[in-house]
C-alpha cells in the first residue's frame, strides 16, 4: 500500500526556535497533501490544505506566520512551527491525497516546546 | 461546513463478539465519501473501510462492514469477531465530491476488546 513517512516522529524544541516538520509520500504523488493538530483522546483538527506549487490553505483560526507550510514538490510538505511556545506542544499529522477516495496518513510528530 | 458526529465516545465489546460502532453526518450533497479510520496507540491512520455514496451496495473487508442509509445520513461500523487489535480510537470521516479535497472526521469512539 501506498506509504507517507513524517519526520521526525518526536522533537523537543526550547521554546523561542522553530521546527521543521517533514511529510513525504513515499510511492506517490500528491498534489494535495492535510496538515492535522490532535490533542489527547481528541479528534483531527484540520490546520492548512497544502497544494503543490501554491499557497497553501489555512483554516480559520490558524496563524499562517506561525505554522509556515511549504509544498516544494509532488512528493513532499514542510510544515515549520516557528517561534514555538509550549502551547504549540501537540501532536500534529499528514495525510497526502492519492486520488478522491484515498487519503494516506503519516507515523505523526509529538513535538515538545519547553 | 460538513459536520460528522460519532455520539459513542467509548464503547467496548467482549472478544470473538461483534460491536457496531455509529456514525451520522450532515450533508446536502448528494454524492461524497464515507471512511472509518483506525487510530491504534501507536496514533498511526490507518484505512479501515470507505464507502462511495453513490453505491448502494454496502462495503465489506473481511471482518469489517458498514450499514449506509443514504437518507438517514448515518454510517455504521460494524465489527464481527473482535480481536484484541482491534482495540483503538475509530474515527468516522466525510469527503465531498464535490468541492475541496478535506477530510470532516467525527470526535472518534474509543473501542475495548476484552479478552
Known amino acids: 500500500g501506498a506509504v507517507v513517512s513524517q519526520h521526525p516522529s518526536r522533537v523537543i524544541c526550547k521554546s523561542g526556535t522553530s521546527v521543521k516538520i517533514e511529510c513525504r509520500s513515499l510511492?506517490?504523488?500528491?498534489?494535495?497533501m492535510f496538515w492535522y493538530r490532535q490533542f489527547p483522546k481528541q479528534s483531527l483538527m484540520l490546520m492548512a490544505t497544502s497544494n503543490e506549487g501554491s499557497k497553501a490553505t489555512y483554516e480559520q483560526g490558524v496563524e499562517k506566520d506561525k505554522f509556515l507550510i511549504n509544498h516544494a514538490s509532488l512528493t513532499l510538505s514542510t510544515l515549520t512551527v516557528t517561534s514555538a511556545h509550549p502551547e504549540d506542544s501537540s501532536f500534529y499529522i499528514c495525510s497526502a491525497l492519492r486520488v478522491a477516495t484515498e487519503a494516506f496518513f503519516g507515523q505523526g510528530t509529538r513535538l515538545t516546546v519547553v | 461546513a460538513q459536520t460528522v458526529t460519532q455520539s459513542q465516545p467509548e464503547m467496548s465489546v467482549q472478544e470473538a463478539e461483534t460491536v457496531t460502532l455509529s456514525c451520522t453526518y450532515d450533508t446536502s450533497e448528494s454524492d461524497y465519501y464515507l471512511f472509518w479510520y483506525k487510530q491504534p496507540p501507536s496514533r498511526q491512520m490507518i484505512l479501515v473501510i470507505r464507502?462511495?455514496?453513490?453505491?448502494?451496495q454496502n462495503a465489506t473487508e473481511n471482518r469489517f462492514s458498514v450499514n449506509f442509509q443514504k437518507a438517514a445520513k448515518s454510517f455504521s461500523l460494524k465489527i464481527s469477531d473482535s480481536q484484541l487489535g482491534d482495540a483503538a480510537m475509530y474515527f468516522c470521516a466525510y469527503r465531498s465530491a464535490y468541492t475541496g479535497n478535506q477530510f470532516y472526521f467525527g470526535t472518534g469512539t474509543s473501542l475495548t476488546v476484552i479478552p
Open positions: 510511492d506517490f504523488q500528491a498534489t494535495t
Open positions: 464507502q462511495e455514496a453513490y453505491k448502494q
